[in-house]
């Protein structure tokens, strides 16, 4: 017996998902262990460390004139609470890019705007 459209069409989406690489949106949230620069820090979820750079964002580097603040400005945005990161990719298990809250802040935005 065949199965019933809503069982087929779910498989079929299903399929074109995986096909596709599209996947549920994987969200991290800890506390900011370290704060590396103005576009990366280390988040600390409790199990384990996961590096993350900011995505969409190119913050100054060490030994540009805006890099102390940049890196004082992301340090003081994530000493503020509960971090929440929303995954927009990967490079290892323990690197990530994405979107990095804070409450109701969104760092990458803070960052560009200031």
Same mark, same amino acid.
């Given at each position: 017996? +065949?199965?019933?459209? *809503?069982?087929?069409?779910?498989?079929?989406?299903?399929? =074109?998902?995986?096909?596709?690489?599209?996947? #549920? #949106?994987?969200?991290?949230?800890? &506390?900011?262990? %370290?704060?590396?620069?103005?576009?990366?820090?280390?988040? %600390?979820?409790?199990?384990?460390?996961?590096?993350? &750079?900011?995505? %969409?964002?190119?913050? +100054?580097?060490?030994?540009?004139?805006?890099? +102390?603040?940049?890196?004082?400005?992301?340090? @003081? =945005?994530? *000493?503020?609470?509960?971090?929440?990161?929303?995954?927009?990719?990967?490079?290892?298990?323990? &690197?990530?890019?994405? &979107?990095?809250?804070?409450?109701?802040? %969104?760092? @990458?935005?803070?960052?560009?705007?200031?």
């Amino acid at each position: 017996m +065949p199965p019933s459209p *809503a069982v087929a069409a779910w498989g079929l989406c299903t399929a =074109i998902a995986l096909m596709t690489g599209i996947t #549920a #949106a994987e969200v991290l949230t800890g &506390r900011a262990a %370290d704060v590396a620069s103005g576009d990366t820090l280390r988040l %600390d979820t409790g199990e384990r460390r996961v590096e993350v &750079r900011l995505s %969409d964002i190119a913050a +100054p580097q060490r030994g540009e004139f805006f890099a +102390p603040a940049a890196r004082q400005l992301l340090a @003081n =945005i994530t *000493a503020a609470g509960t971090v929440q990161v929303d995954v927009t990719g990967r490079t290892a298990a323990d &690197r990530v890019f994405g &979107r990095v809250h804070v409450g109701e802040v %969104d760092a @990458n935005l803070e960052l560009v705007k200031r």
